[in-house]
């Protein structure tokens, strides 16, 4: 191997007017909401530290720095062997932050010059790679994509994209901005090491990975709880009951490392942990905080209180390791797969809510059966449900840094109840949420509520699906990677020139045409084809196959010939109607009837046994 070098640097400094290529066989971009989520709550959590908005910004040559770990590259052609995870997290977050400075009318070149630059009179971004340019471009330019038929990569980018949107921490406001941009730029560190070639840097990459010494959390923990085991044949079959259970966490998902750790954060979490920091400069890491960066150590620090005192302790302990493994790995199923008797962790998992295992394992009592736990499980998830439209039905976001602490409270409240004890919580918890659905009537289309819109008008027109006896299409409505994916369909055209009888300014029509009334769910060329027409035309189109129910109502077709769906109407007393036209109060009674089934759906009594 020739000679390695590496130096500290500022992101700044990595970033800045500088190339680097992602080899063919290592290119796609794989994280997850939950690998972003942690990223931004960490990079916040750290910077809030040390904000001071009394002080100028100058004062941040005085902040804390935050490092990152270690980049590898190759010199020839700076090509990223081990990083590039990092960096396109990084520079999606780069990308955030010069949107929302530019809203602010402040141009910031820097960070301009961190994200793209120019080479021979060509501009492309510095971590380039061509088969992701448009949507990255897309992205910088705050253009709409359809990933439906881009590559992984790019599908990722933008969902990720998206999750750095609405993860992005309130407390971090106007003010602060320019404050948190600044401290990332010049506070946040890596190791930069440079290899003469491709050869040696995969050498570095691998010495730095592979070596007896590099544990992780999870071997530490397991050589920490194996070593208090007195008897050796004991000792071996715990040693094999750790590595079944690990195998089985690494099976599930095998593209993806850290699941092994993501259980054991989640379990400590949801039945031991007791403390959590303060939402406030100057507060110290408890132990949710502790259990998310060194667990094996937490673990050891907190022996006594875990009830380790002897060798059978140490055993049982793993025991429930195994035990709790396997519940962690049926909620995650319940998340991927749809199952309709626990259709609630779906939707949870659909609108990416990554705390949902760590409370779905809260009530779990290490002797419960299957029943019971599938009980307690549906309970829950039926909470989370409820919750997450309590906040964005109310403009609230459901970013991790800002409701961790609700959640935590929440964990320990339901921790080890029975399936009587958790329903009559959940509804304490559910009655004290700000759950008003008159706040629909304010609900509208923009950047932050659209994906939380298309689940909910998913959900609405499932409901009418199973209410009607007719196939719950509900996990089609959602499958935005299948060939034609459904879309939120505008029922007013954008065309406020058309409507200036009835409107008083662009302002009221593009208010009323937002509205959760004017809007429903269409399959993509279906809504593409109606994107121009009156509704007087639409209307017609709606009541065709490609529509749904909730759609089809709409005309007066759908109430002849059909019993079942008069049926329902009569009895749930559901102002379904017809309409000929559709206009201002057309818009306004339609937003009603979704209240009334909304409040069908996020039902208290579905909390109840």
Not at 177 to 193: A, G, H, N, R, S
Not at 487 to 500: G, K, L, N, R, S
Request: charged share 30%.
């Amino acid at each position: 191997m020739k000679e390695i070098d590496g130096h500290s640097k500022p992101l700044k400094d990595l970033l800045f007017n500088t190339k680097y290529t992602v080899n063919y066989y290592q290119r796609e971009y794989m994280w997850g909401r939950k690998q972003v989520e942690e990223l931004i709550d960490d990079l916040t959590t750290e910077f809030l530290e040390y904000y001071n908005p009394d002080l100028p910004r100058t004062s941040i040559r005085d902040y804390g720095a935050y490092f990152m770990g270690s980049i590898v590259i190759t010199d020839k052609n700076s090509a990223i062997i081990d990083g590039q995870q990092r960096l396109t997290s990084l520079t999606l977050l780069l990308m955030y932050l010069n949107s929302q400075l530019k809203a602010q009318g402040t141009i910031d070149s820097t960070i301009d010059g961190m994200i793209f630059s120019e080479q021979y009179g060509e501009r492309s971004f510095n971590i380039h790679v061509d088969d992701r340019e448009q949507c990255l471009n897309a992205i910088y330019n705050n253009e709409e994509f359809d990933p439906s038929n881009a590559n992984e990569s790019s599908r990722h980018i933008w969902a990720r994209y998206n999750d750095i949107v609405s993860l992005f921490p309130d407390e971090i406001d106007d003010r602060a901005m320019p404050y948190f941009t600044d401290w990332l730029k010049e506070k946040v560190y890596f190791i930069l090491i440079t290899a003469s070639s491709e050869q040696d840097a995969q050498k570095v990459f691998v010495s730095m990975n592979d070596r007896g010494l590099n544990l992780t959390s999870t071997e530490m923990l397991k050589g920490y709880l194996l070593s208090e085991i007195n008897d050796d044949a004991r000792r071996e079959e715990l040693n094999n009951t750790w590595k079944k259970f690990i195998d089985r966490l690494k099976t599930y998902n095998e593209n993806e490392k850290g699941e092994d750790e993501s259980f054991i954060k989640d379990w400590l979490r949801a039945q031991y942990a007791e403390t959590i920091r303060e939402t406030k400069a100057g507060s110290v890491n408890l132990d949710y905080d502790l259990i998310g960066t060194e667990f094996h150590k937490w673990v050891r620090e907190n022996a006594l209180r875990l009830g380790l005192r002897s060798s059978d302790d140490y055993e049982q302990f793993i025991k429930k390791m195994d035990y709790f493994c396997d519940k962690y790995l049926l909620i995650r199923n319940y998340c991927d797969e749809y199952n309709d008797d626990q259709r609630y962790v779906y939707y949870n998992a659909r609108l990416d809510f990554t705390l949902q295992s760590q409370l779905l394992l809260a009530p779990i009592c290490f002797d419960n059966d299957a029943d019971t736990i599938n009980a307690k499980i549906r309970l829950v998830s039926k909470f989370i449900d409820m919750y997450i439209y309590s906040r964005v039905i109310n403009y609230k976001r459901v970013n991790y840094s800002g409701i961790k602490n609700y959640i935590f409270n929440v964990t320990k409240k339901i921790r080890n109840l029975d399936v009587a004890s958790l329903s009559q919580v959940l509804i304490e918890l559910y009655n004290n949420l700000e759950w008003k659905m008159s706040a629909l009537s304010e609900w509208g289309v923009n950047g932050f509520t659209k994906p939380y819109i298309h689940h909910f008008l998913a959900r609405i027109t499932s409901y009418l699906e199973r209410e009607t006896d007719k196939i719950d299409n509900y996990v089609n409505y959602v499958n935005w990677r299948q060939k034609n994916p459904f879309e939120v369909e505008h029922i007013t055209c954008d065309h406020y020139e058309w409507f200036m009888d009835e409107y008083d300014s662009k302002e009221q029509f593009d208010r009323f045409r937002n509205n959760i009334g004017d809007l429903l769910l269409l399959p993509k060329s279906l809504n593409a084809s109606l994107n121009e027409k009156k509704y007087d035309y639409k209307v017609e189109k709606y009541r065709s196959a490609d529509g749904n129910i909730y759609s089809e109502s709409l005309h007066p077709d759908c109430y002849r010939n059909n019993v079942r769906f008069v049926k329902f109407i009569n009895e749930s007393g559901l102002g379904f109607k017809s309409y000929e036209r559709f206009g201002k109060n057309e818009i306004n009674e339609r937003e009603q009837l979704v209240e009334k089934i909304a409040s069908k759906i996020w039902n208290v009594d579905n909390l109840s046994i």
